[in-house]
């Protein structure tokens, strides 16, 4: 089991292009979730999707969508992206079990918008 | 806004000495979830407490919940080289769709000195 890919593991872009963050797993877990961690900073929610045809919104969405493709993928897509936008992207899915979801990371891409 | 802020941000200890890692959050949770970041890579699930729990062990990390200070805190005990990471608490709240949404504290750095 790869466990959670993520697709690119590096990425620079400028200002105003448009890109696509691909995630998958291989768990068959219903829910995923988009993430940025910026310097110093914990993670921050972007969007979600708790299972296959639902996504939401998390704390951070301005900016971005999101496409819940299949069970096994959740892409995320910066459609005219900014330098606020720099930061390391993870993807994670999970699973309820024993009535709490625990959380499954992906390596992370590192994204700079110049 | 983050919901769990973690003190100490960085933390430097002998190898062999105990660590400990305090989180403190602003609302109702469901339960309380403890992972670590290796530099550069994704975030591992350490361990979980639940809202109606006051104390968790598992192997050398011991968790603690008090709901009424809003406050949890993970100690890492005999600590050892490879524990040298940053460490996050996350609280978990049911999302509209019946999932667990997880917000991440600010993170703890920690460092052994070997």
């Known amino acids: 089991n790869a466990g959670v890919t993520q697709t690119p593991k590096f990425q620079v872009l400028k200002t105003g292009q448009s890109m696509t963050l691909q995630c998958a797993q291989d768990m068959n877990h219903n829910s995923m979730y988009w993430y940025r961690q910026d310097p110093g900073m914990g993670l921050r929610l972007i969007y979600y999707?708790?299972?296959?045809?639902?996504?939401d919104k998390g704390e951070v969405p301005n900016g971005y969508n999101v496409s819940r493709l299949n069970k096994r993928e959740f892409s995320l897509r910066l459609e005219s992206a900014a330098p606020s936008q720099t930061s390391v992207y993870f993807c994670a899915s999970s699973h309820r079990d024993r009535g709490y979801d625990e959380q499954f990371f992906g390596p992370g891409t590192r994204l700079t918008v110049l | 806004s983050q919901q769990g802020e973690e003190d100490p941000q960085a933390l430097s200890i002998q190898e062999g000495e105990n660590a400990t890692m305090n989180c403190s959050y602003k609302?109702?949770?469901?339960?309380l979830q403890w992972y670590r970041q290796n530099s550069g890579r994704g975030l591992v699930h350490l361990i979980l407490i639940r809202s109606n729990e006051r104390e968790k062990h598992s192997g050398r990390l011991r968790v603690t919940l008090d709901t009424s200070k809003k406050s949890s805190s993970l100690l890492i005990t005999a600590s050892r080289a490879a524990d040298t990471a940053s460490y996050f608490c996350a609280t978990a709240r049911i999302s509209n769709f019946g999932n667990e949404k997880l917000t991440f504290g600010t993170g703890t750095r920690l460092t052994i000195i070997p």
């Open positions: 999707s708790a299972s296959e045809g639902t996504t």
């Open positions: 609302t109702s949770i469901n339960n």
